[in-house]
């Protein structure tokens, strides 16, 4: 059993999908062991997102997701990190197969409606992160 921490951002909230998209998680056999709704602070967003600090993208995705409030979530499954990243697709859904959540639902790379862990490493620092160590 593996576990990856899913965001579901402020466009896909501002949506009203949120149900949509944790039933297609759920639908893959996907379980959700830790779930919580909030607008973050600048601090947590920076932190979570600190790879990208330089990049031309990094403020105003800082400003995206710190825009409203968002779903973070533990998924937990076989091979739940990978399975995770084919159901939300690619990061621009212009390029996402279809059936993807970001298929589906995503209007550009930036508001593309979930994050999810792309390792057991991040998934580990993201978990202790947005919920703590005792979920690891
Ligand atoms: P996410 O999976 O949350 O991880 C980093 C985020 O940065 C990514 O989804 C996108 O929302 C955003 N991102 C990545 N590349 C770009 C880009 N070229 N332009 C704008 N946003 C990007």
Do not use: Q
Not at 4 to 12: G, T
């Amino acid at each position: 059993m593996e576990k990856s921490l899913v965001l579901i951002k402020p466009d896909a909230v501002r949506k009203n999908i949120i149900g949509k998209i944790i039933g297609m998680y759920e639908e893959n056999d996907l379980k959700v062991i830790a779930l919580k709704m909030e607008k973050i602070t600048e601090e947590l967003a920076s932190k979570h997102y600190e790879e990208h600090i330089g990049k031309v993208f990094y403020k105003p995705l800082i400003d995206f997701i710190t825009s409203g409030p968002l779903c973070a979530l533990i998924l937990e499954g076989e091979n739940a990190i990978k399975k995770v990243r084919d159901i939300n697709g690619s990061t621009d859904p212009k390029e996402a197969m279809i059936g993807t959540i970001r298929n589906l639902y995503a209007d550009s790379n930036r508001e593309n409606c979930v994050h999810a862990s792309d390792s057991t490493e991040s998934a580990k620092r993201e978990i202790s992160l947005w919920f703590g160590k005792e979920y690891l």
